[in-house]
T-cell receptor, first 116, second 114 residues
């Protein structure tokens, strides 16, 4: 059973507009969430994270929102740029989950295309 | 600069052969991970290690093994390659101390099993 779900395989946005990527999780023990960005033929790179004690974290054009009651987080990119076109993975982790100390559970990813 | 490298970047092999994918990091990280990425599945954890001589099975460990004899390297071995193991493989590393520490990923190895 998927514990981290990204239900939109793809998203297309016009340059300059907002991109909103969504992620849902099922395990209430997750207490740390991350977004990774992946370009073709490269490994994923860390983008932004949020702890469960917060509901928002901002870094430049990127903001992650966490709604713990809904077990939902979203990544907002404003304004979107063509260079943001990539696959975005949502990931979740917890020190309490299964005794693991560094493991992350990844979603399937959402491919973002930003049109000029 | 510290980095994480994988070799080879591309590999074609035949069913039944043993294959080893190399992963080397110079971050001096305790944690190392192997993932596979497949269309429709995202990144799935194969094996992970929290330090020298420590190895653990992940979500999709059947048919794979790892060994950790030093901090820098975590080779992934496919004992008898199967077509279902055709995938892109990523190695990652992080500092000890939980998921709060960023995982750094290698560039990936594309493996094709014919």
């Amino acid at each position: 059973d998927q514990q981290v779900k990204q239900n939109s395989p793809s998203l297309s946005v016009q340059e300059g507009r907002i991109s909103i990527l969504n992620c849902d999780y099922t395990n209430s023990m997750f207490d740390y969430f991350l977004w990774y960005k992946k370009y073709p033929a490269e490994g994923p790179t860390f983008l932004i994270s949020i702890s469960s004690i917060k509901d928002k974290n901002e870094d430049g054009r990127f903001t992650v929102f966490l709604n713990k009651s809904a077990k939902h987080l979203s990544l907002h990119i404003v304004p979107s740029q063509p260079g943001d076109s990539a696959v975005y993975f949502c990931a979740a982790g917890s020190l309490r989950y299964g005794g693991s100390q560094g493991n992350l559970i990844f979603g399937k990813g959402t491919k973002l295309s930003v049109k000029p | 600069d510290a980095e994480i490298t994988q070799s080879p970047r591309h590999k074609i092999t035949e069913t039944g052969r043993q294959v080893t994918l190399a992963c080397h990091q110079t971050w001096n990280h305790n944690n190392m991970f192997w993932y596979r990425q497949d269309l429709g599945h995202g990144l799935r954890l194969i094996h992970y290690s929290y330090g020298v001589q420590d190895t653990n099975k992940g979500e999709v460990s059947d048919g794979y093994s790892v060994s950790r004899s030093n901090t820098e390297d975590l080779p992934l071995t496919l004992e008898s390659a199967a077509s279902s193991q055709t995938s892109v493989y990523f190695c990652a590393s992080s500092e000890a101390g939980g998921p709060y520490n960023e995982q750094f990923f290698g560039p990936g190895t594309r493996l094709t099993v014919l």
